[in-house]
């Protein structure tokens, strides 16, 4: 069984936070559900949708430029050029905290609710919350 290609999407939604709980949503449009309080917020962001459309992504077998003109994410494409199947996949923002003993900088994927962290230089465990 082959691995699944994927390419992920360099357009991301508008970061928002929850109604309810003000805590950050679930970087996505269309019904999302908050991971810290569980309300259901719908999010529509036309920009976004247009963006995602016109986005243009290289092909990974072939590196033929396409443009996507799917308004979801993730996107299910495949190349005109070599048939190559892929999946476009949502832009999820990266974020650089430091760890609070020593100082180092960590770059992680910026999603909602708390993680714990071990520093991989000194082996401090910290919580993160987004």
């Known amino acids: 069984m082959s691995e699944e ?4 999407s360099r ?14 949503l ?6 999302v559900q908050c991971t810290m309080c569980s309300a259901k917020v719908k999010i529509e962001h036309e920009g976004t949708r247009k963006k995602w459309a ?3 992504v290289s092909c990974p077998e072939c590196e033929k430029v396409l443009i996507v003109g ?16 892929f999946v476009l996949k949502p832009n ?19 999603k909602p609710g708390k993680r714990e962290i071990d520093c991989p230089a000194c082996d401090t465990k910290f919580t993160v919350k987004f």
Request: aromatic share 0%.
């Open 26 to 31: 679930p970087s996505e449009l269309g019904e």
């Open 54 to 56: 016109d986005e243009k």
């Open 11 to 24: 357009i991301a939604p508008p970061a928002l936070s929850c109604p309810k709980c003000n805590e950050m």
């Open 70 to 85: 799917v308004r979801e994410r993730p996107a299910n494409l495949q190349c005109v050029s070599c048939n190559c199947q």
């Open 92 to 110: 999820v923002p990266r974020v650089e905290i430091q760890c609070p003993s020593c100082d180092r900088s960590l770059r992680m994927k910026k």
């Open 5 to 8: 290609l994927s390419v992920e």
